[in-house]
């Protein structure tokens, strides 16, 4: 696949490139900053970005601004976010207008180069991809919230897998149930978290911006 890279440290800049480049893609720009980001990607146009947060001229969130504002010119362009920490509102914003084709990954993910590839890929192709301890940490901050202090050690579970990006049949392999039983435990999530009945919108996207206490 295409992709465009934004992250200020040179170092990990170029392992990435060089760790791309292997598995076949093409690093299409590498830039370091987060208003050349945005530049770049409406020159090459490619299939998926990947950004650091944290990033020049502010060093504060302008990877993210940056990421936010591709997805609102170009609302099909992929978008993986790297960060060394969790920070909870992000992945709530990156999720807030539609989950599709996003992705937040901690950068130490990227040491575990499987996983790191298995999250492009699936963010690449529409889904997503949330980090385990992105996601566990937002269920340690809201579990005490009601409905979500309803669901089973189970539907917790199953949810915490949805929100990682997985599908019912993943989700299965991942807790070696069948995906009948999964199908079950996402319709009772449905229920008590009051979405059985909602219409018009996706209830698995529903329930996880719910679960990320959006």
């Given at each position: 696949m295409r992709i465009v890279l934004a992250?200020?440290?040179?170092?990990?800049?170029?392992?990435?490139?060089r760790l791309l480049g292997d598995e076949g893609h093409e690093v299409v720009a590498a830039v370091a900053d987060a208003d050349q980001l945005v530049e770049t990607v409406g020159k090459h146009q490619p299939d998926i970005v990947v950004t650091d947060v944290r990033m020049p001229?502010?060093?504060?969130?302008?990877?993210?601004?940056?990421?936010?504002?591709?997805?609102?010119?170009?609302?099909?362009?992929?978008?993986?976010?790297?960060?060394?920490?969790?920070?909870?509102?992000?992945?709530?914003?990156?999720?807030?207008?539609?989950?599709?084709?996003?992705?937040?990954?901690?950068?130490?993910?990227?040491?575990?180069?499987?996983?790191?590839?298995?999250?492009?890929?699936r963010v690449a192709a529409g889904s997503t991809a949330l980090d385990p301890e992105v996601v566990r940490q937002l269920m340690s901050a809201t579990s005490h919230t009601d409905p979500l202090s309803r669901l089973t050690a189970r539907e917790s579970d199953v949810l915490?897998?949805?929100?990682?990006?997985?599908?019912?049949?993943?989700?299965?392999?991942?807790?070696f149930v069948s995906q009948s039983a999964v199908e079950k435990h996402v319709n009772a999530i449905f229920d008590k978290l009051g979405l059985a009945d909602t219409t018009g919108y996706s209830r698995r996207i529903l329930a996880v911006l719910r679960y990320l206490g959006s």
């Open positions: 992250e200020d440290s040179t170092l990990l800049r170029e392992g990435l490139v001229p502010t060093n504060t969130d302008d990877g993210l601004r940056a990421a936010l504002e591709i997805r609102r010119r170009w609302p099909g362009m992929a978008v993986l976010v790297l960060s060394q920490y969790v920070e909870k509102r992000y992945a709530a914003r990156l999720l807030a207008d539609r989950s599709e084709g996003v992705g937040y990954v901690l950068k130490d993910r990227v040491a575990q180069v499987e996983d790191f590839l298995d999250a492009l890929d915490r897998h949805m929100a990682e990006g997985y599908t019912n049949a993943a989700i299965a392999d991942r807790l």
